[in-house]
């Protein structure tokens, strides 16, 4: 007869895909329950700690597991990517406009410099606090983008999880009784574009996981090129820079590549990463969109809500042709899709 402890581990080992369920339940059953006095099964229940941890073992088996069926292990591949490519952005933005605004800072002698200081001595003590973690932490996306292509896994899970704290302040200043400049939608989509991304790396960089790997070219030379599009971008039209103008820009140029790479060659060399892109300027036309809303209607804006509706376009296209070549793959991963 079936206990209740059994049945409640039984419902919380659903969280586990079918195919992992069936070659391994009835052994972790048996497992839970060895040392559990049968006359005490029907008033216990599975402990916090087995529960987060058939959780974990939930998000490890459908993000490409060694046995997995075909389409986890696309899965993960895209989940790896999406985590990788959107690291590498977000480091090649917070390097580039920390460098612009110091060399724009420097360029303009004393009141430049003046300005830039003034950010940390005359707003309090708790804004000066803030706007120092809003120039450090971000430079911690390069530190887990190196860490994550050297397999250096726990620093590349603390780096970004670090870099994503200044995306909080916008939501929590209120809060706290600051003043936050972004509009609400902005703030909440451009949180999301960093703690979706450190979230994934921490989920799909586990323990069982293939290292990461670059589709082409070395590390640093992936990252500086990057780093070269992206202040080429905000450098050649100023005047509709904004956070969301870099990383876009970044973006539909490394897609644009990757679709032409791709096209060269014959083998699926980088499995998901049509999927990973896709996610990826999906999140990034949703903060595009987000930035823009609000200046729509705004008189001597044209110049900016010029570049922002052709960037949006070139964003949105780029994006559903990769859902395409996403899909193809998903299908071929997946017939019974078709």
Do not use: K
């Not at 075909?70 to 999406?82: C, T």
């Not at 996610?279 to 595009?288: E, M, N, P, Q, T």
């Amino acid at each position: 007869m079936t206990t209740l402890l059994e049945s409640r581990y039984r419902a919380v080992l659903r969280l586990l895909p079918a195919y992992y369920r069936r070659e391994r339940e009835e052994e972790m059953v048996e497992t839970y329950l060895w040392d559990v006095d049968r006359d005490t099964q029907d008033q216990s229940r599975p402990t916090l700690g087995e529960v987060a941890s058939i959780a974990a073992l939930a998000v490890r088996s459908r993000l490409g597991a060694p046995g997995a069926p075909s389409r986890y292990v696309l899965l993960g591949s895209a989940v790896r990517l999406f985590a990788l490519f959107a690291v590498l952005i977000q480091a090649a933005a917070a390097v580039v406009d920390l460098v612009l605004e110091v060399t724009w800072a420097v360029s303009h002698g004393g009141a430049g410099r003046h300005l830039l200081l003034s950010q940390f001595t005359d707003q309090g003590l708790l804004t000066a606090v803030v706007t120092a973690a809003q120039w450090i932490l971000p430079l911690l996306w390069t530190a887990a983008y190196f860490a994550l292509l050297h397999d250096r896994r726990r620093l590349a899970r603390a780096s970004a999880l670090l870099a994503a704290l200044p995306n909080l302040w916008p939501l929590l200043g209120p809060l706290a009784g600051a003043l936050v400049a972004p509009h609400p939608a902005f703030a909440t989509a451009f949180g999301l574009l960093a703690w979706l991304p450190a979230l994934a790396l921490c989920a799909a960089y586990h323990r069982d996981a293939p290292p990461a790997r670059l589709p082409a070219g070395s590390p640093g030379l992936v990252f500086m090129t990057c780093c070269v599009v992206t202040g080429a971008s905000v450098v050649v039209l100023p005047a509709a820079a904004d956070l969301a103008w870099a990383p876009a820009s970044c973006f539909v140029v490394g897609a644009l590549g990757w679709l032409l790479w791709q096209a060269r060659r014959s083998d699926a060399v980088t499995p998901g990463g049509a999927l990973a892109l896709a996610a990826l300027g999906l999140l990034i036309l949703a903060v595009r969109v987000a930035a823009l809303y609000p200046w729509l209607h705004v008189p001597g804006a044209a110049l900016y809500v010029g570049g922002g509706l052709v960037q949006t376009a070139a964003l949105a296209l780029v994006t559903v042709v990769l859902a395409v070549v996403g899909r193809r793959d998903l299908t071929t991963a997946e017939p019974g899709l078709s």
